[in-house]
Each structure stands twice: as structure tokens, then as C-alpha cells.
């Protein structure tokens, strides 16, 4: 399989059809199987939507408007790029996935989805790369911080330009590869993919949304798994609906903050119960019972 390094610089700004990234730039370096380098591309491009530079991107990646001026359009550029992909096995790797959906927004702008699937496979170099060194992936490492880490040479070729980063990234990728990680992370880039790519996961405000069953309301307490009874009503904030519930059973008062996260496979509902009182324990005997104070656990 072939590995496709890409990388995009863009152009972000107000359209008259909303906010745009225009590609302004495509590079991208193809390595054969042995991970050893086999072509490169490069291309500006000129920008159709959002004309003028905006002055961060120009500071940031070096391009100025004449660079763009003499550059090709961008159904010029992407088939130049298309046809260098070539139409066999691929698999595309960019740093964080910022890369390709940036180029599937510019190619649905210009109505030519289909050429997505140019692209095979899809495998995030960012998630690998930190894989690979044992990183946890909640953690972001830009790409240059990443180099230093794994001890890749970052030359004097400036950053943030397509052709450079898509060097540098391939330099990583080469350098840290493990089968596994790439295994693991590696997607078919089908219309599954980018459904799921581009969906925006979001919080239900309406506990009537019939995508809520009435059980999911339903809460067991943490102590002794029967159901408790709500004794509140409930408030709406920060995305969570917070009630309050007591255990009959171990005389436990909780406050409980369900949220109901809508994602690209479904319903995800989440109750976390915080303790808000000390239980009471029924006294027995003449042993007199000192209230536990119990935090917020
Ligand atoms: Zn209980």
C-alpha cells in the first residue's frame, strides 16, 4: 500500500455561503511500502472565495498574495493532485485530522465530493505518532514538538507551508512506525467515515426529546443498587439536567447530573450522583449514632 503524506495551509474567512477554509496550498509526500519516500507534490492555489490573506495566515505560513496570484484555481490544483495520487491502494496520513476535512469542505464546495474517495484508507499521524512513543492521546503535540521528541530533525525549511510539513510529518511517521498503532488507527475512508467525521455530537435540552426513554431517568443508588426516588424537579445547566434523589433503603440524598450526548452511533446518557448529606442511621439501642459527614465526593 501506498502512504500519502499530505499536508494543507488555508485560508479561513466569511463567505456569502458562510465560513470557508480555502486550500491555498497542497503538499504531500508518498512513501511505497518499505516507508521510503517515492514522490512529492506541491501546488499553491489560488483562492477563489476568500481573495485577500488574512494576515495571521500570511505571517504563519510565509504565502503571500503573489504567491497565490500566479497559482492555479483549485479544480486545476486538486486534479493535479489527483492525478499524482494515482488510482491504486492508498493509505492517507496528515497531522490531526484538521487536513481532510479541510479537503472535503473544499471539494463540496466546488460540488466534486466524489473525488474523495480517491482516498482509500485514512490513518490520523498525529494519534500514531503518539501511540507509537506511548503519549496518551488526550494530549495534543503539535508536530514540531512532536520531531523534538522523537528526535527527527526539523531543518531550516520554514514550517507551516504544505510541502515542509508534509516532509516533517513524513519524517515522523518513518521514524516512530509500529505496525499495531497503524493497524489500530487506520480507517476505510468510505461515506461512513466522513458521515462520522463531520458529525457534530450535541447535548439534549428537552427531557420530552423522544430520543430519551423514561428509565433512563430512572436512578440506582450508588450504595445499595435499588431504584431512588426523585425529589426535585429538573434544572437545565451547563448541558447537564440536575434532579435530586433519595435512596428509601440507606436514607441517602443525592444530587444526580445526567447529561444525554447525541453521537454518530447514538444516545449516550451519563448520571453521576454526588452524595449531599450524611446518612442518617436509624438508632438502635442506646448507642447513640454520630453522623458520618460525607463531601462531595
Ligand atoms: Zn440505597
Given at each position: 500500500m501506498k502512504y500519502i503524506i499530505m499536508d494543507l495551509e488555508w485560508n479561513g474567512s466569511g463567505t456569502d455561503q458562510g465560513y470557508f477554509n480555502e486550500i491555498i496550498e497542497i503538499g504531500a509526500v508518498a512513501l511505497d511500502d518499505n516507508m521510503t519516500v517515492s514522490g512529492e507534490f506541491q501546488s499553491f492555489v489560488s483562492p477563489k472565495f476568500t481573495r485577500k490573506l488574512r494576515g495571521r495566515i500570511k505571517e504563519l505560513t510565509h504565502i503571500s498574495n503573489d504567491d497565490l496570484k500566479k497559482a492555479p484555481g483549485f479544480l486545476t490544483a486538486f486534479r493535479q493532485f489527483r492525478a499524482w495520487l494515482g488510482d491504486g491502494d492508498n493509505c492517507m496520513l496528515s497531522w490531526g485530522n484538521s487536513d481532510i476535512q479541510v479537503l472535503y469542505e473544499n471539494l463540496k464546495r466546488y460540488d466534486?465530493?466524489?473525488?474523495?474517495?480517491?482516498?482509500r484508507h485514512y490513518c490520523d499521524a498525529q494519534l500514531m505518532c503518539q501511540m507509537a512513543m506511548d503519549i496518551p492521546l488526550t494530549k495534543q503535540v503539535g508536530l514540531s514538538a512532536f520531531a523534538e521528541l522523537a528526535g527527527v530533525e526539523i531543518g531550516d525549511d520554514p514550517l507551516h507551508r504544505a510541502i515542509t510539513d508534509s516532509r516533517l510529518t513524513a519524517k515522523c511517521v518513518t521514524k516512530v512506525f509500529r505496525p499495531a498503532c497503524f493497524e489500530a488507527l487506520v480507517r476505510k475512508a468510505d461515506r461512513e467515515f466522513y458521515e462520522r467525521m463531520n458529525f457534530k455530537s450535541y447535548c439534549l435540552?428537552?427531557?420530552?426529546?423522544?430520543?430519551?426513554?423514561?428509565?433512563?431517568?430512572m436512578t440506582v443508588c450508588p450504595e445499595c443498587g435499588h431504584y431512588m426516588k426523585r425529589i426535585s424537579g429538573y434544572v437545565y445547566r451547563n448541558k447537564k439536567h440536575y434532579a435530586t434523589y433519595r435512596c428509601k433503603f440507606c436514607k441517602i440524598t443525592y444530587h444526580v447530573a445526567h447529561t444525554f450526548r447525541v453521537t454518530y452511533d447514538g444516545l449516550e446518557h451519563k448520571a453521576v450522583c454526588n452524595r449531599v448529606e450524611p446518612s442518617v442511621e436509624p438508632a438502635s439501642d442506646n448507642v447513640k449514632q454520630i453522623p458520618q459527614v460525607v463531601g462531595d465526593a
Open positions: 466534486m465530493l466524489d473525488e474523495i474517495y480517491a482516498i435540552q428537552d427531557l420530552g426529546d423522544e430520543m430519551i426513554h423514561p428509565c433512563d431517568l
